[in-house]
C-alpha cells in the first residue's frame, strides 16, 4: 500500500536562505512521486515530478529534489527562498500498477518566508 | 487556453440541499478526479473517471455522486449535504502522470 509523510506541517525560513521541506514514502511498487505548491486560494500547481529516470530532478522556480531509495525520501529543496515562496507544498506519491492513476497526497507543509 | 474550470468558486448550503459543482476541462484528457481539501488532512480523492461514461469510487465517496457524458465534463453532485461536507473541492484531469488542478470550490454547509 502507498502512503506519504510529511515530517513537518510548518517551516519557516529567513529569506535568501535555504528551505528543505521533508517527504518520506511507502510504496510496493516503482513509484512516481511529485511536489505540487498551493499559494493562497488557489489549485495545486506542479513543482517537480520523479518517474524514474534521473534521481536528481529539477523543478520550477530553482526547486529540485532527490530521490533516496534506500531511504525511502524525496525531499525538496531551494538554495535560497523567496518571499514568492510563501506557500503550502505537498509530496505527492503514485502507482500504477493497472494503468490507472492512483494518487496519495500527504498533508502538507506550509512554508512561510521572513523577511 | 482554461485548463480546468470549475464553478461554482464559493457556495453556502443548508443541510439537506443538494447542488452540483461543475468541473470541465478543455484539454482533452481521458482521467480526471475530484478531492477534497480539510486543513491536516491533504487531498482525499471522491471520485475518478477513466473517461467518458466511466466512473468509480476514490477514498471517501459516500455522499457523493458523479458522471462522465462527455471527456469535457465531470460534474459532482452533493445528494444531501451534511455538515461534514465543508471543505474546499479541487478537480483535476490527468495527463502522463501530471494532475491539472482547477482553483477550487469553497463549500459550507450550516
Known amino acids: 500500500a502507498q502512503s506519504v509523510t510529511q515530517l513537518d506541517s510548518h517551516v519557516s525560513v529567513s529569506e535568501g536562505t535555504p528551505v528543505l521541506l521533508r517527504c518520506n514514502y511507502s510504496s510496493s511498487y516503482s513509484p512516481s512521486l511529485f511536489w505540487y505548491v498551493q499559494h493562497p486560494n488557489k489549485g495545486l500547481q506542479l513543482l517537480l515530478k520523479y518517474t524514474s529516470a534521473a534521481t536528481l530532478v529539477k523543478g520550477i522556480n530553482g526547486f529540485e529534489a532527490e530521490f533516496k531509495k534506500s531511504e525511502t525520501s524525496f525531499h525538496l529543496t531551494k538554495p535560497s527562498a523567496h518571499m514568492s515562496d510563501a506557500a503550502e507544498y505537498f509530496c505527492v506519491v503514485s502507482d500504477q500498477p493497472s494503468g490507472t492513476y492512483k494518487y496519495i497526497f500527504g498533508t502538507g507543509t506550509r512554508l512561510k518566508v521572513l523577511a | 487556453n482554461a485548463g480546468v474550470t470549475q464553478t461554482p468558486k464559493f457556495q453556502v448550503l443548508k443541510t439537506g440541499q443538494s447542488m452540483t459543482l461543475q468541473c470541465a476541462q478543455d484539454?482533452?484528457?481521458?482521467?480526471m478526479s475530484w478531492y477534497r481539501q480539510d486543513p491536516g488532512m491533504g487531498l482525499r480523492l471522491i471520485h475518478y473517471s477513466v473517461g467518458a461514461g466511466i466512473t468509480d469510487q476514490g477514498e471517501v465517496p459516500n455522499g457523493y455522486n458523479v458522471s462522465r457524458s462527455t471527456t469535457e465534463d465531470f460534474p459532482l453532485r452533493l445528494l444531501s449535504a451534511a455538515p461534514s461536507q465543508t471543505s474546499v473541492y479541487f478537480c483535476a484531469s490527468t495527463w502522463s502522470g501530471e494532475l491539472f488542478f482547477g482553483e477550487g470550490s469553497r463549500l459550507t454547509v450550516l
Open positions: 484539454m482533452n484528457h481521458e482521467y
